[in-house]
Nanobody, 118 residues
């Protein structure tokens, strides 16, 4: 059974930092692109960052320069380091995995809440 489990969310003040983790189980994800998405109340889910199977990273304009995505293949875990947090970053954050031949993300975690107070 494939599972993605996020952790590390919480309440932080503006300007603070958090590191989210996404632990994958059920298969090896080294050949998958790992992505982070978020959904704020009343808004559509949006892309945040991705770390491809070919070791390329990409970020949304909203988080570029503040967030860093990384992954540890040995631990089958992806991370999202979030610095200089703003109230607009408040959302449920989801990690997801996309296979090399997939057109969409195949697996999703349950999400972790990040709240940034002003």
């Amino acid at each position: 059974q494939v599972q993605l489990v996020e952790s590390g969310g919480g309440l932080v003040q503006t300007g603070g930092s958090l590191r989210l983790s996404c632990a994958a189980s059920g298969r090896t994800f080294s050949s998958y692109t790992m992505g982070w998405f978020r959904q704020a109340p009343g808004k559509e889910r949006e892309f945040v960052a991705a770390f491809t199977w070919s070791n390329r990273t990409s970020y949304s304009n909203a988080v570029k320069g503040r967030f860093t995505i990384s992954r540890d293949h040995a631990k089958n875990t992806a991370y999202l380091q979030m610095n200089s947090l703003k109230p607009d970053d408040t959302a449920v954050y989801y990690c997801a995995a996309q296979g090399v031949t997939s057109e969409h993300y195949d697996y999703w975690g349950q999400g972790t809440q990040v709240t940034v107070s002003s």
